[in-house]
C-alpha cells in the first residue's frame, strides 16, 4: 500500500482519511516565438547559432551540467489545510514579505 504524507506538513495522508492534492510544478526558460526578428532568419545568423550548438553538444554543454536546468518539473502531495494555503499563495509570497520587513 502506497502511504502518503503531506509534503508541507507532514500530516499523514491516510487512504480512508484526509484528502489529498496532488501539486505539479514545471519550471523552464520561457520564450515567445513572436520575438524572432528579421535579424534571427538571417542565414549568417542562423548558421553561427548552429555553431555554437555544434560546439555545445562536443562539449557535452548539456542542460544535465547546468545549475539551472532547463526544464524541471516538482510533485508534491499536500493536505487539505496546505492546499488551500498554497493555491491562495502559491510561491509564498507573503512569508517572502515578512522575511524581508524583519531583516530591516
Ligand atoms: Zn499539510
Redesign the pocket.
Known amino acids: 500500500m502506497v502511504h502518503f504524507t ?1 509534503d ?4 499523514d495522508l491516510a487512504p480512508c482519511g484526509e484528502p489529498r492534492f496532488v501539486v505539479k510544478i514545471a519550471a523552464y526558460a520561457g520564450y515567445d516565438p513572436n520575438q524572432i526578428t528579421e535579424d534571427d532568419l538571417d542565414e549568417d545568423h542562423m548558421e553561427a547559432v548552429a555553431q555554437i550548438l555544434r560546439r555545445e553538444e562536443a562539449e557535452g554543454a548539456l542542460s544535465s551540467d547546468l545549475d539551472a536546468p532547463a526544464f524541471k518539473g516538482f510533485r508534491y502531495d ?2 487539505s ?2 492546499h488551500g494555503r498554497f493555491i491562495k499563495d502559491p510561491l509564498n509570497r507573503d512569508t517572502m514579505k515578512i522575511l524581508n520587513f524583519s531583516e530591516n
Open positions: 503531506c508541507l506538513c507532514g500530516k499536500l493536505c489545510d496546505c
